[in-house]
């Protein structure tokens, strides 16, 4: 008697259920989600329903993928994205979602398939957020010297401690604290704000910045006026990392805006490139932003330093100078974290060859002051990024310092190894399990040495004084002491995950 009694309850669930999926979804659906800074984030579902199939592709920030698989269920719909990303590795998501009257509910689906926030989309008309047509790259040719960044750039970058938050007092609050604390004198020059500045083109197609910085030119005469220079950030693609516009097709365009705004440094991030160019590609497309930066700095008697940001594809440091490129990422991004850092910074050795005045290999920018490592650790991290020769951009709050984090950033006697003049990067001298040895030689004959101790506990190191191939003084960085120099050898007792650093000379 109960049986058929609950037939016609199932047949109303399933049967609206079914009828909610069996709605045809193809279209353009665009969720838009306004953002602080006055421009939206958009997302885009461009479907073909096909029974309860559906193709087509879904953009969202950076990155562009293709509908692979889909499948209709009672209460809903699953689609997956793929794409193939700049390391060549396949990478996917996964949207699920629900047709509720003309709204498409839906949500990316996260670690573990656990639902993401739920967006809300709106039918949008064809063609809007489709993906740009690629257009064909020059031949290549060497971009010209711009003869900037003779030893590795220095200053602050937005990145690593704001991310979206920062904005025209943030970065006006950095040059004040450079120009004040002591950093500018100890050269520090470059105040770089990262993703998340941008808004919208004009008519005329020039880019706009968003609402955090109502007047980029201001904000540029504010920090030369402290003796600082402003650097800024894009994408050779139509998004940015973070989904802002990028520069793709307006090279030139957005290289004389810079110069008008007074910009002195384009970090040039590869992003939604990634979704058109093969990585094989990546000189052609760098090479034309060089070409519109050399000729907007000459132009504005203001050159521009070229940071190339493409995570270390493509061999990046054997083309890298013939864009134009003072420096060029050499791994993803860096995180503060012990591993993170030392994972990057162990991981050098084998590129010294490529640095030199001009054009510097560049591990991605220091974590220092972030809160995440020990003050041990940071000195390592300045330590290794100034035995690499690695460019030396601060990614903390410079306004809100401990003691031992302004002593870390400023330790003079080290940053002078960062910046040697002969420009050499070191290179690992010894390996033995968590203990690494590691010399760069200076200009002059000297060299440096780094005892690093990547174990849990406390080390005894040493080095012979001969294989340094130099002997005369020492002095100790960190302690800032002289070293006796007598005996065979130096040994000191280095600290779990720290360094002895020396500056050994005639
Ligand atoms: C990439 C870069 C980072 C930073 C972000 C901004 O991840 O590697 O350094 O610029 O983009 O979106």
């Known amino acids: 008697m109960r049986f058929p009694r609950l037939i016609p309850l199932i047949c109303l669930v399933t049967c609206l259920a079914a009828s909610a999926w069996s709605a045809d979804l193809t279209g353009n659906w665009a969720v838009r989600q306004d953002q602080h800074d006055g421009t939206e984030r958009r997302t885009y579902f461009d479907l073909k329903q096909d029974g309860d199939r559906i193709t087509g592709h879904i953009r969202a920030t950076q990155f562009y993928y293709a509908i692979k698989e889909s499948t209709g269920e009672a209460d809903g719909f699953t689609l997956t994205g793929s794409m193939i990303d700049v390391d060549k590795k396949e990478r996917k998501v996964t949207y699920r979602g629900k047709l509720i009257g003309d709204e498409l509910h839906i949500a990316a689906a996260g670690r573990g398939g656990a639902p993401g926030t739920d967006m809300v989309a709106h039918r949008a008309p064809a063609g809007e957020g489709a993906y740009p047509a690629r257009v064909d790259l020059p031949a290549l040719h060497k971009v010209p010297d711009n003869g ?36 500018k004198d100890a050269g520090y020059l470059y105040v770089n704000i990262d993703d998340t500045w941008e808004g919208y083109r004009d008519a005329a197609g020039n880019i706009q910045s968003n609402k955090k910085f109502p007047d980029m030119k201001a904000l540029a005469d504010y920090v030369h006026g402290k003796g600082l220079k402003l650097g800024i950030y894009s994408s050779p693609r139509p998004d940015t990392c973070a989904g802002y516009e990028g520069t793709y097709g307006h090279e030139t365009q957005d290289a004389k805006t810079y110069a008008a705004w007074g910009i002195d440094y384009l970090k040039y991030d590869w992003c939604a490139a990634r979704n058109l160019y093969a990585a094989e590609e990546m000189q052609a497309v760098y090479q034309k932003m060089g070409d519109a930066l050399l000729a907007a700095g000459r132009a504005s008697k203001r050159p521009i330093v070229f940071s190339l940001c493409q995570y270390g594809n493509d061999d990046v440091w054997k083309w890298g100078p013939d864009v134009g490129g003072n420096l060029w990422r050499t791994t993803g991004d860096i995180r503060d974290a012990w591993d993170s850092m030392t994972k990057i910074g162990f991981a050098q050795n084998d590129l010294a060859q490529w640095a030199k005045p001009g054009h510097w290999n560049d591990p991605d920018m220091l974590e220092i002051g972030n809160g995440m490592m020990s003050d041990t650790e ?16 601060a990614g903390n709050d410079l306004r809100d310092m401990t003691p031992g984090i302004k002593e870390i950033l400023m330790n003079r006697e080290v940053i ?51 294989d340094l191939g130099v002997k005369g003084k020492a002095r100790d960085l960190w302690a800032h002491a002289n070293v006796k120099v007598e005996g065979e050898e130096f040994a000191a007792t280095v600290p779990s995950h720290g360094v002895v650093l020396l500056r050994v000379s005639k």
């Open 416 to 466: 002078a190894i960062d910046q040697d003049k002969a420009g050499k990067q070191g290179k690992r001298m010894s390996l033995a399990g968590d203990q690494e040895i590691w010399m760069r030689d200076l200009d002059g004959g000297a060299k440096a040495v780094a005892l690093f101790n990547r174990g849990g506990d406390a080390a005894k190191m040493s080095v012979k004084w001969k």
């Open 148 to 183: 900037l960044a003779k030893t590795p750039p220095m200053g602050w970058n937005s990145w690593n401690k704001f991310h979206g938050r920062v904005d025209d007092a943030a970065v006006r609050g950095m040059a004040d604290a450079i120009a004040s604390n002591g950093m």
């Open 378 to 393: 940071y000195r390592t991290h300045m330590s290794l990024w100034s035995m690499l020769a690695a460019p030396l951009l």
